[in-house]
C-alpha cells in the first residue's frame, strides 16, 4: 500500500509540473480595427526559453513577416507570464496560464489594450 502512495505522489508531482511549463511557442491572434472599421486578424507569437536565470524569448508577427523579434523582459511566477519589449511602442503581455496549453492575457502597445489568448504550439 505504502508504495502505491508513492507512485500517486510522484504521479501528481510530474503531472504539476508539466503543467507548469512555459517554454515553447505560443500563438493568438489580436483583433485589430483598421480605419475603416473593419476588424483584422494578426498573428502574434512568443518563442520562450528557459535559461539559468530565468526565461527568454523573441517576438514573431507572421502577418508581418517579422521574425525572431527580441524583448526585454520575460517573467514568470505563479502561473503568469509577463513579456516586455520597449521597443516596439511599449509593448507588454501579461498572461495567465489556465492549463498546460492555453494563456490568457492582455497585450498593450502605445496605450491600448487587447485581448490576447494564446495556445501553446505542438512541435
Request: negative net charge; hydrophobic residues 40%; aromatic residues 8%.
Amino acid at each position: 500500500m505504502k508504495s502505491i502512495t508513492t507512485i500517486f505522489i510522484l504521479f501528481l508531482a510530474v503531472i504539476t509540473l508539466s503543467a507548469q511549463d512555459i517554454t515553447g511557442t505560443w500563438s493568438g491572434d489580436l483583433d485589430i480595427a483598421d480605419q475603416m472599421g473593419q476588424t483584422q486578424k494578426l498573428t502574434v507569437k512568443f518563442n520562450i526559453s528557459a535559461t539559468d536565470d530565468g526565461y527568454i524569448s523573441t517576438l514573431d508577427s507572421p502577418d508581418q513577416d517579422a521574425y525572431g523579434m527580441p524583448v526585454d523582459t520575460t517573467f514568470y511566477k505563479d502561473s503568469e507570464l509577463t513579456i516586455k519589449a520597449a521597443g516596439y511602442q511599449q509593448l507588454v503581455y501579461v498572461g495567465k496560464l489556465l492549463d498546460a496549453t492555453t494563456l490568457n492575457g492582455t497585450l498593450t502597445q502605445a496605450g491600448m489594450s487587447f485581448e490576447l489568448n494564446m495556445k501553446k504550439e505542438t512541435e
